[in-house]
């Protein structure tokens, strides 16, 4: 008899907790189809941007860890859409954050205040995890440039010439000339060191961690006056005409801000220019999203206006602020679709799970800069002011 009252009892606690974990999925499933469709996006729909759900764990997922569990639960295939970047777009310009500020997130929030997410030991961590990955799948998804950052499509109808002429553009705004010293902290493959040295005739020092991609920059310039360090842009000394970060940025968090541009200060001539081209946040934060942090760009967070004032004041003249944001919603287009393209070539070597997460990634990030969510600004600041003022250059 006891034992049977045991079994009975057994059965009547797995029978409640199966209950309640019904009424639990069932709020979570109203809760986000609410949530989406206020933005626009049905589940179940027919429009390109409408989620197709796979596997019910996706509504407590995306409810319970928000942004986070919505790339997750991609990446693991629980849902799917015919388009990511749309859907994104809408998810942005619907402004679905706002209208849900209960919404999960707070912790990355918490412990960058407290923490210096970029110091010299932890920003080695986004080279190992992303840029560390492997030359053949980046050169397949870049094309020939190797350049990982905006390209420039005004006049331009491929990635190759876009690309080219972001280089170009660059070199135009610090007025190049043959002869001079240029720093570059930041270089990823050495595509600026190249395109400028053999160009404008100038030398180059350039600073990056990524071992790989040091050792492909080195190869890549090896008969020309440009001089690659593997080591931290915090660590670049000696006297240079002009200085430019190129993609840096958004690997040097808020509190280090001021440490990049005292280092570009500290290095340049007097009247000499210093160029800084990043992504860039419409609001001051202190972190990036949950899950470009944990799978794209630990550690990464983008600038705002008012961040990068702080950090020149005192240190630098503005000359000229130019934006051009909606050439990365083209840009990250273009490298999904050499990236989808090559995929076959990487199939074996990186599995499915990978291929989900990069399409994410570069098609969620495409949706952000066609919402103007996100900007990508080419700021030009100078040691002392130029004589006679600045000329700029579109």
């Known amino acids: 008899m006891k034992l049977s009252s045991q079994n009975t009892s057994e059965r009547t606690d797995k029978s409640q907790q199966s209950l309640k974990n019904m009424l639990i999925m069932d709020f979570a499933r109203q809760k986000i189809t609410r949530l989406f469709q206020d933005a626009g996006i049905i589940i179940e729909g027919e429009n390109d941007w409408d989620i197709q759900v796979h596997d ?10 928000w942004s986070l569990g919505f790339g997750e639960s991609y990446m693991d295939g629980w849902w799917d859409t015919r388009s990511l970047d749309q859907l994104v777009f ?61 390209a420039y499509w005004k006049k331009a109808q491929t990635l190759d010439a876009a690309q ?40 180059v020092d350039a600073y990056n961690i990524s071992k790989e991609q040091v050792e492909f ?38 509190k280090n801000y001021p440490s990049l541009m005292q280092v570009a200060h500290r290095c340049l001539k007097n009247n000499g220019l210093f160029l800084l081209h990043s992504i860039a ?22 600038p705002s206006v008012k961040q990068l004032g702080e950090a020149m004041e005192n240190l630098f003249v503005l000359e000229d602020w130019h934006n051009f944001g909606p050439d990365y919603d083209k840009t990250l287009v273009a490298w999904y679709n050499n ?56």
């Open 164 to 203: 080219l002429n972001k280089l170009d553009l660059i070199c135009k705004k610090l007025h190049l000339q043959k002869g001079e010293k240029v720093l570059e902290l930041g270089c990823g493959w050495g595509g600026f060191a190249k395109f400028a040295a053999e160009n404008y005739g100038v030398e």
């Open 217 to 254: 920059a080195r190869k890549r310039n090896a008969k020309l006056p440009v001089t690659i360090h593997l080591a931290d842009y915090r660590d670049a000394h000696g006297t240079y005409d002009k200085v430019a970060a190129i993609g840096l940025c958004e690997h040097v968090g808020y």
């Open 281 to 302: 946040n419409n609001f001051s934060t202190t972190h990036c999203d949950p899950w470009f942090n944990k799978y794209i760009f630990p550690n990464g967070m983008l």
């Open 90 to 150: 809408k998810m942005y310009t619907s402004e679905i954050e706002k209208k849900n500020k209960n919404l999960p997130g707070k912790i990355d929030e918490y412990k960058a205040r407290f923490i210096n997410q970029q110091t010299k030991f932890r920003a080695q961590k986004v080279a190992h995890v992303h840029y560390d990955l492997g030359n053949d799948l980046y050169s397949k998804m870049l094309g020939d440039t190797m350049q990982y950052t905006c």
């Open 339 to 394: 990236f989808e393209e090559h995929w076959p070539l990487f199939q074996e070597k990186y599995g499915e799970r990978f291929y989900r997460m990069w399409k994410y990634y570069l098609l969620s990030l495409a949706g952000g800069f066609r919402a103007r969510r996100i900007q990508l600004w080419q700021v030009v600041m100078s040691k002392g002011g130029v004589p006679g003022g600045y000329e700029s250059v579109r």
């Open 56 to 65: 019910e764990r996706f509504y407590n997922k995306v409810l319970m860890k």
